[in-house]
């Protein structure tokens, strides 16, 4: 089994380089822009036709935009279930793209720092992306990429509402700011719930590792905005560089520091009984294999264990995911066959690092 993304399940992307400012609780930082084209129905009411001309209007944008030209392009509708689900693995698309019907496509840079989703709920989705807390570099990456693009297209814009959405959510700036947090002490001791009550008091959604509609594995959490329309794209960034984020972040390094001073043999015991599991398990579902792996993730980043590197954790992230387990396998598996192949992936990364 080969296809066009067969060396992309083998790296890591960008979001997952582990560095950058905070990068030891904040796995990613995520800016997404929403844009449509004047003249055009939003994607709910375009049928067959009407799309193949967005993506063509689109394509042609993008091909006279020189900030793009080394983006990589997949033809989404032409891509099989296993390389859409890939995709949606390495967060390059979403699972309403990966789902969806007619013409649409991905671009993106190799290194996986920006990706474009034509014809996803929007005519067009901008996305960069960056390891640890790196709002700056993504916004300035992105708002160039969005201003290319203008300058080739006609944005469906308000002068009252600002950009015009297929979601009423996203209307004004379409900004959706997303970090993706690693929370293993605060769920630990169960502080969950005070962080996710603070972030609804703040007009923030917490999600799981997916994005909308998902559960949290491993302790990774995505905390993003709400509200687009009344702010501005700078006040939006502001509040997740300077006030919610940090506050989270010094949360969480405060509970591991408390249960390194006060329960130091439950933070071992979950820690070794994790690497111990991953290095020895025989079956190990998805679910389970990303629990462990948080808890590893943990003991690195306090002190408590060295013998796992970083970058290999990482990898094993992404790798053990099903589509990226089976791209790497060479064949489809039934969830068993995965279970089986997971468990003998991670004891041959964990034994030989």
Same mark, same amino acid.
Request: with cysteine; aromatic share 4%.
């Given at each position: ?18 560095? @950058? ?208 329309? @009344? ?123």
């Amino acid at each position: 089994m080969s296809g066009p993304l067969d060396q992309v399940a083998r790296q890591a992307g960008e979001w997952l380089r582990g560095t @950058g400012p905070m990068h030891e609780i904040v796995i990613s930082t995520r800016i997404r822009l929403a844009r449509n084209i004047r003249g055009f129905p939003f994607l709910p009411r375009a049928d067959a036709d009407v799309r193949r001309e967005i993506a063509a209007a689109m394509h042609g944008a993008v091909r006279r935009t020189p900030l793009l030209k080394d983006h990589v392009e997949m033809d989404v509708e032409q891509l099989d279930e296993l390389d859409r689900t890939l995709l949606v693995e390495r967060h390059l698309i979403s699972r309403q793209h990966a789902d969806g019907s007619g013409a649409r496509a991905v671009l993106f840079e190799p290194s996986e720092a920006s990706a474009i989703m034509i014809n996803e709920e929007d005519h067009l989705r901008i996305q960069t992306m960056r390891s640890g807390l790196q709002i700056d570099a993504a916004w300035e990456q992105i708002n160039a990429i969005d201003d290319a693009l203008e300058a080739h297209l006609d944005y469906a814009f308000h002068a009252q509402y600002g950009y015009l959405t297929a979601c009423p959510t996203n209307v004004g700036t379409g900004i959706r700011v997303s970090v993706m947090l690693h929370l293993p002490a605060l769920r630990l001791t169960n502080e969950l719930e005070k962080v996710a009550q603070a972030a609804r008091d703040l007009k923030l959604a917490v999600r799981g590792l997916h994005g909308e509609g998902t559960e949290a594995l491993g302790d990774f959490f995505q905390i993003s905005n709400q509200i687009t329309l @009344g702010r501005s794209e700078e006040e939006i960034i502001d509040d997740f560089r300077s006030v919610v984020i940090p506050k989270i972040v010094e949360y969480e390094r405060a509970t591991r520091e408390a249960l390194l001073k006060n329960r130091p043999q439950a933070l071992d015991d979950k820690i070794w009984r994790a690497i111990g599991l991953l290095k020895n398990a025989r079956l190990i579902s998805s679910h389970e294999a990303m629990q462990y792996l948080s808890h590893v993730r943990m003991g690195l980043h306090v002190g408590r264990l060295d013998s796992v590197d970083l970058a290999t954790l990482n990898e094993l992230f992404l790798q053990i995911q099903p589509a990226h387990l089976q791209k790497l396998h060479g064949e489809r598996l039934t969830g068993e066959q995965r279970s089986i192949e997971r468990a003998a992936f991670i004891r041959a990364r964990l034994h030989t690092n």
